[in-house]
């Protein structure tokens, strides 16, 4: 692979040998085929989850570890990798949001083999509620919320990875999980009255 082409999308694998190229004066479990691997398909998800339409998160993906491989040598291997490179995707997923406007549902549900019918319509009835309820929260709260709920990231760490405080992250979290709450209630509520 040329030092300049771009990395392939989500057909790399962590389990398939990708030929990256590693970076120069970064030794171990440091280098960027290795953090590419191991953060690839989170990378992804995250990106999903915060909105990023789905013909765009490939594009989104290889932004994100443009940035990963240029910042890599300077990074400071005492903090976490994993925060660190989030980090970077909820910035690419700004930079996404500000160039144009999302209208592609964000989740689609696959009927797996040997799911009937109505379990694929629940399916894809829940993700669509998620999806609306993510689109409806601002976006600090989203953040939030799709790294401690998606990613399953430790609040302390969301809030580093954020750059905001500890204070503010747990307050954003609660209420989007309150907001949550509230928005399956309703769902609920609905249903039942359509089944009557």
Not at 83 to 93: E, K
Request: net charge positive; with cysteine.
């Amino acid at each position: 692979m040329r030092e300049d082409e771009p990395l392939v999308g989500r057909a790399a694998q962590p389990n398939t040998p990708t030929p990256l190229r590693l970076v120069t004066g970064v030794d171990g479990d440091r280098t960027f085929e290795q953090v590419y691997a191991r953060h690839y398909d989170g990378v992804w998800r995250c990106l999903r989850a915060l909105g990023v339409p789905i013909d765009h998160v490939d594009d989104a993906a290889q932004d994100v570890f443009i940035v990963v491989h240029r910042r890599l040598p300077d990074f400071d291997h005492a903090a976490p990798v994993r925060a660190w490179v989030l980090g970077i995707a909820r910035n690419v997923a700004l930079k996404v949001h500000a160039k144009r406007r999302r209208g592609v549902p964000m989740l689609a549900v696959v009927q797996p083999p040997g799911v009937d019918a109505d379990e694929v319509i629940a399916r894809r009835d829940a993700a669509q509620l998620v999806t609306r309820f993510l689109d409806a929260l601002e976006p600090e709260q989203r953040a939030v919320f799709v790294l401690a709920q998606l990613e399953d990231m430790p609040v302390p760490q969301i809030a580093q990875t954020l750059g905001i405080k500890l204070n503010t992250a747990y307050s954003r979290l609660r209420l989007a999980r309150r907001r949550f709450e509230r928005v399956v209630a309703r769902h609920a509520a609905t249903q039942r009255r359509r089944d009557r």
